[in-house]
T-cell receptor
Framework: GQQLNQSPQSMFIQEGEDVSMNCTSS?????WLWYKQDPGEGPVLLIA?????ELTSNGRLTAQFGITRKDSFLNISASIPSDVGIYFC?????????????FGSGTQLTVLP | DAGVTQSPTHLIKTRGQHVTLRCSPI?????VSWYQQVLGQGPQFIFQ???????GRGNFPDRFSARQFPNYSSELNVNALLLGDSALYLC???FGPGAANYGYTFGSGTRLTVV
């Protein structure tokens, strides 16, 4: 089955620093999504990418859909305390009647004051 | 506007019991998907329903079943509960079966503990 490798597994950064995390897949996806999950809550969509090579921003967040369609990265600039949480990448396959998402294992982000 | 509503929020069951989890999608959304999230991992796909028909099933045993009602709400049923079924069960709502129109919107989940 499809596998998503998300890295790093965890990050400890100082407030104000930039953050970068990425996901790679063994298979092609036609959609990449980035979610943030706070404790006790469901994942919240941050950015959606629908075309290979697409670069999309949402405030301090920027994500890119890799040209090979097998990878994506998320950058967070000038981190703030409320950026703390778990970030997940998710890919949607190119075929099949169901459009289920395959999730990465998550990146736990800690922002130190 | 109400988001995705899941009930109950927390549940404790004994091994061997049966459980029913419920989900109400965002108004106008016709697709509901269920995911299981074990502590420390990303969500794993269980089922997707669109227009009351099953569109996909993940790698879960037959003890797991689901259905979607005419009002597009959905139930996830799990029989013969095992300790390993303890997890956060997430419902995701979307207009159609794909992740177009800004992806899937998740509810806050039902935390199931099997003892």
């Amino acid at each position: 089955g499809q596998q998503l490798n998300q890295s790093p597994q965890s990050m400890f950064i100082q407030e104000g620093e930039d953050v970068s995390m990425n996901c790679t897949s063994s298979s092609i996806f036609n959609t990449w999504l980035w979610y943030k999950q706070d404790p006790g809550e469901g994942p919240v969509l941050l950015i959606a990418l629908y075309k290979a090579g697409e670069l999309t921003s949402n405030g301090r967040l920027t994500a890119q859909f890799g040209i090979t369609r097998k990878d994506s990265f998320l950058n967070i600039s000038a981190s703030i305390p409320s950026d703390v949480g778990i970030y997940f990448c998710a890919g949607q396959p190119t075929s099949g009647s169901a459009r289920q998402l395959t999730f990465g294992s998550g990146t736990q982000l800690t922002v130190l004051p | 506007d109400a988001g995705v509503t899941q009930s109950p929020t927390h549940l404790i069951k004994t091994r061997g019991q049966h459980v029913t989890l419920r989900c109400s999608p965002i108004s106008g959304h016709k697709s509901v998907s269920w995911y299981q999230q074990v502590l420390g991992q990303g969500p794993q796909f269980i089922f997707q329903y669109y227009e009351k028909e099953e569109r996909g099933r993940g790698n879960f045993p037959d003890r797991f079943s689901a259905r979607q009602f005419p009002n597009y709400s959905s139930e996830l049923n799990v029989n013969a509960l095992l300790l390993g079924d303890s997890a956060l069960y997430l419902c995701a709502s979307s207009f159609g079966p794909g992740a177009a129109n800004y992806g899937y919107t998740f509810g806050s989940g039902t935390r199931l503990t099997v003892v």
